[in-house]
């Protein structure tokens, strides 16, 4: 049975008042998030994520990014939140495995 994903991508309709379509999204993570997660970009087949503990600050979070030549760069934050969103996981990135 394949593990459930702990990381959900939230999204929200602000503006319907003026008849806009527009999605806001944003991923959510519980507090302590203690799994690997693999995202893929869904426009670029070879770009892919993995949001996993820092292996350089105990305590944080690290996602880092990678296309087929091996990787790209990371950030590191305090929070899966934030490694997600400074890191540019937005809305167009699915997770592919949880691990």
Known sequence: MAKKSPVKLVCTRPWLDVGDD????????????????????????????????????????????FDDDGPIGDVIRSTCEEALYDGGIGRKWKIEKIG
């Open 22 to 65: 527009m999605k806001i999204c944003k991923w959510k993570c519980p507090s302590k998030v203690g799994m690997t997660v693999q995202f893929r970009a869904r426009w670029r087949k070879d770009w892919y994520a993995i949001l996993h503990p820092s292996t350089k600050e105990r305590g944080k979070m690290q996602l880092t990014t």
